[in-house]
């Protein structure tokens, strides 16, 4: 079985659509982050929830919005697609939030936007 | 802002010989971590190290935290074409005093050849 599940593994779109990228855990943790990787392989912080408390890199657009339907689930929404979107992006979850734990990692989205 | 600075960025070296990847911060952090990511996955945690001084060994990879929990070091020993990857060290920083999120060094892409 998979600990944590992203769909799809690679998405193509075009500049100004909306797109959405699915993340499942079956580990049980309580906390699930979204991480973007860039094409220098740097993983960046977006967003990180536990169910009771989003919290927001500030340096993340509006355009992107977390949404969790249930402890298990944290779906990331993209709006009006750029360029500058095109990257890795990976969901990951934990046991404990503000923990020393090791995080789960997703084996990653490819966003790519033409 | 927290950073952690990885040395070297690219290391390429014959099967056999030993290593060792640095990973660096002026900020003090609760812990590190350090990851291993392959083409097309996700990271993979290896080791986390709470305590200064903390070493840990993996089978041939040796985790070392600093004193002053603000660096960390991995060193492998007789080096194997399948320790190929990119090493990321990761730390959990502090942020207003309660401990935030998982922040990542930018990677030292490891290359042995047989």
């Known amino acids: 079985d998979t600990a944590v599940s992203q769909t799809p593994k690679y998405l193509v779109t075009q500049m100004g659509n909306d797109k959405s990228i699915k993340c499942e855990q079956n580990?049980?943790?309580?906390?699930m982050y979204w991480y973007k990787q860039d094409s220098k392989k740097f993983l960046k912080i977006m967003f990180s929830?536990?169910?009771?408390?989003?919290?927001i890199n500030e340096t993340v657009p509006n355009r992107f919005s977390p949404k969790s339907p249930d402890k298990a689930h944290l779906n990331l929404h993209i709006n009006s697609l750029e360029l500058g979107d095109s990257a890795v992006y990976f969901c990951?979850?934990?046991?404990?939030?503000?923990?020393?734990?090791?995080?789960?990692f997703g084996s990653g989205t490819r966003l790519t936007v033409v | 802002t927290q950073l952690l600075e990885q040395s070297p960025q690219f290391l390429s070296i014959q099967e056999g010989e030993n290593l060792t990847v640095y990973c660096n911060s002026s900020?003090?952090?609760?812990?590190l971590q350090w990851y291993r990511q392959e083409p097309g996955e996700g990271p993979v945690l290896l080791v986390t190290v709470v305590t200064g001084g903390e070493v840990k060994k993996l089978k041939r990879l040796t985790f070392q935290f600093g004193d002053a929990r603000k660096d960390s070091s991995l060193h492998i020993t007789a080096a194997q074409p399948g320790d190929t990857g990119l090493y990321l060290c990761a730390g959990v920083g502090y942020y207003g005093g309660s401990q935030g999120n998982l922040i990542f060094g930018k990677g030292t892409k490891l290359s042995v050849k047989p």
């Open positions: 580990l049980g943790h309580d906390t």
């Open positions: 929830y536990n169910n009771k408390e989003l919290i």
């Open positions: 900020s003090v952090f609760s812990s």
């Open positions: 990951a979850s934990s046991q404990v939030w503000q923990g020393n734990y090791g995080y789960t």
